[in-house]
């Protein structure tokens, strides 16, 4: 820390009790009170330097020189720096530091200690030292947080916003274009072997300095000067991952709400190495929000982890409704970098009625919708159903998100006081496209209907409206064949799309087999050349047979569920009327299996393609 000494006279005073001495030998003729504290003087000395000093001794001349008593109760930094402009006056040795060097320019203003009372006086000295102390970071920061003592003052003199300045100059400069000193030479040693540039602790290699260096030193002070720095770098051009980052360790320093978990599951402990904060709820609730409307408002620059964290806290601190409509926009535009666990939001109002916050996360989704501008047209984004079967289809933004809202639907679908609105109005702002497999919306679903068995049969058939039954996978179909709670109308609509893959399937193993056939005799129309037909073409003819196998099976076992289902109604055949479809005799006998290993011809589907497949 730079040190400046004035005076070369010894230490001329003692204190007893509330009463400063001073030890010259001469009887004082003058006492100065700030505040508590009595300063036993010499005119002479003081008027010699202050032209304040001069005229209130001016004023007093008709009083007793011995008792002459002076106030200056209103100077800046009270008794402590009256002392040392009182050592100043004296010639007494004192040391000027970044912690005192503000107070005693403020005071030496406020007393009028210029040159027009003395060359070298405390003024220009003191200005003289505060150059110095802005080319240093450590100082400068010390200079600032000093500032808090003496506010009014300093601000007209305009010490902090030089001090901000100074700071924000240092925080933006790129540690990796900057000559940095070298071991030895002008650089200044730490004890630990680091490098000292302009007050800034760092290793002797500058590629080994992060963009984070400055956090936790500015965490340090207090709200409006730290938003007053942040203003300053932004306006200098600081990146806004930069600012970013300095305001998501400002707020989880002074915000120990932000350490909590967000789910009734893992309770509501803090999290370890939190730093519980002294503040008030009141000054928590404005930290919040200053920190909400600094926040950069590009996409992606702050993580949506923290947004959320943010915006839990703000629904405990009961921030304004700007704050927290201004949260939601923020992580809808990134709704796809959130996570489960944090999006499960606990509902805080004064009239809950589910456990979980859904309408803030209807919002957040509605958000997202309006500023996803970049999703592809809706006949590019529907993955064949090759690409189910390998799950080789690409995430996009929006596929994202719907992984992320059927989860988030299946957590909160046990909860026996959500509405059927409010999951279907939920489920259904994902556009179809977005799902290439059903199987999430098909569980919440499962889930829903499991935990609210009082509802009707049109709610039922209404909600499972929002399953498409073509993208459900060969496990859920087959659960789906077997689940009591669903709708007759969905369970025969999974086995006639089954029925479809499975004679899909068979047609096209049959083709491969004659190719096969073809390819190995040599008076073929097809015949390959010579060594084509690989071990591979085997292998894959082979997996072909024994999927179509697997599917036999499947349907066979889906065949034998739906005729215990139809049991409990009138008639199956008032169940196919009311459905529209009609039941091909003798499509399940043993028979037609067989014949459908020998021939393409047998492959008919167990219910009328001819039909509508849809509601």
């Known amino acids: 820390m730079a040190c400046m000494k004035l005076g070369s006279k010894p230490e001329a005073f003692h204190l007893d ?35 304040v000093i001069e005229n209130l001794i001016g004023e007093s001349c008709g009083e007793d020189e011995r008792n002459r008593v002076l106030q200056l109760h209103d100077i800046p930094g009270g008794a402590k720096t009256f002392l040392l402009v009182a050592k100043f006056c004296y010639g007494v040795k004192i040391e000027l530091t970044a912690l005192n060097v503000v107070s005693l320019r403020c005071a030496a203003e406020h007393l009028q200690m210029n040159e027009n009372f003395g060359e070298g006086n405390l003024v220009s000295q003191t200005e003289n030292f505060l150059n110095e102390v802005f080319g240093d970071w450590t100082d400068s920061l010390k200079a600032l947080e000093a500032c808090e003592e003496v506010l009014p003052h300093a601000e007209e003199l305009h010490i902090v916003s030089r001090c901000i300045n100074s700071l924000a100059v240092k925080a933006i400069a790129d540690p990796t274009l900057v000559s940095w000193p070298e071991s030895g030479g002008e650089a200044v040693q730490s004890p630990v072997g680091t490098v000292l540039w302009n007050g800034i602790r760092t290793l002797s290699n500058p590629h080994t300095i992060s963009d984070d260096w400055w956090y936790e030193d500015v965490s340090c002070l207090k709200l409006p000067m730290y938003k007053r720095l942040i203003l300053a770098v932004e306006s200098r051009g600081m990146r806004p991952e930069r600012i970013s980052g300095s305001l998501m360790y400002y707020a989880k320093k002074y915000l120990p709400l932000m350490g909590r978990q967000s789910s009734f599951q893992n309770g509501n402990r803090a999290a370890a190495g939190s730093t519980v904060s002294a503040l008030s709820d009141a000054d928590q609730r404005n930290l919040l929000e200053e920190i909400v409307e600094l926040l950069p408002d590009q996409k992606g620059v702050t993580s949506a982890k923290f947004l959320l964290r943010l915006l839990r806290t703000s629904m405990l601190l009961h921030a304004s409704p700007s704050c927290r409509e201004n949260l939601e926009k923020q992580i809808g535009a990134q709704l796809d970098q959130a996570v489960l666990e944090d999006l499960l939001i606990p509902n805080l109002g004064y009239s809950v009625e589910t456990l979980y916050d859904i309408d803030c996360v209807q919002r957040i989704l509605d958000h997202f919708m309006l500023v996803d501008r970049d999703v592809t047209d809706s006949t590019n984004c529907i993955v064949d159903e090759a690409q189910l079967m390998v799950g080789s289809h690409s995430l996009t933004r929006m596929t994202m998100v719907a992984n992320l809202v059927d989860g988030y639907l299946a957590e909160v679908a046990p909860d026996v006081n959500l509405k059927l609105q409010k999951f279907q109005s939920l489920a259904a702002v994902i556009p179809d496209y977005a799902r290439p497999l059903d199987d999430g919306i098909y569980r919440a679903i499962d889930i829903y209907l499991k935990a609210h068995p009082w509802l009707t049969d049109s709610e039922r058939e209404l909600i499972c409206r929002l399953v498409n039954c073509q993208k459900l996978s060969l496990e859920a179909s087959t659960h789906a064949a077997q689940n009591e709670r669903l709708p007759l109308r969905l369970i025969v609509q999974v086995l006639f799309f089954e029925q479809l893959r499975l004679r899909t399937s068979i047609a096209g193993w049959f083709f491969v087999s004659d190719n096969l056939e073809t390819s190995q005799d040599p008076s073929g129309n097809l015949a390959l050349p010579r060594g084509s037909t690989t071990q591979d073409e085997i292998v894959a003819v082979d997996d072909m047979r024994e999927r179509v196998s697997e599917l036999e099976k499947e349907c066979l076992s889906m065949k034998q569920e739906i005729e215990k289902l139809v049991k409990t109604k009138r008639s199956w055949n008032i169940f196919c009327r009311r459905l529209g479809f009609r039941l091909k005799p003798n499509s399940w006998g043993p028979k037609a299996s067989n014949n459908a290993k020998a021939s393409p011809s047998s492959t008919t589907p167990l219910l009328n393609t001819n039909q509508n497949q849809q509601w």
């Open 17 to 51: 009790g509330q009463t400063l001495l001073c030890s010259t030998g001469l009887p004082s003729d003058v006492i100065i009170e700030v505040g508590e504290m009595s300063f036993h003087l010499h005119k002479f000395p003081l008027l010699s330097r202050s032209g």
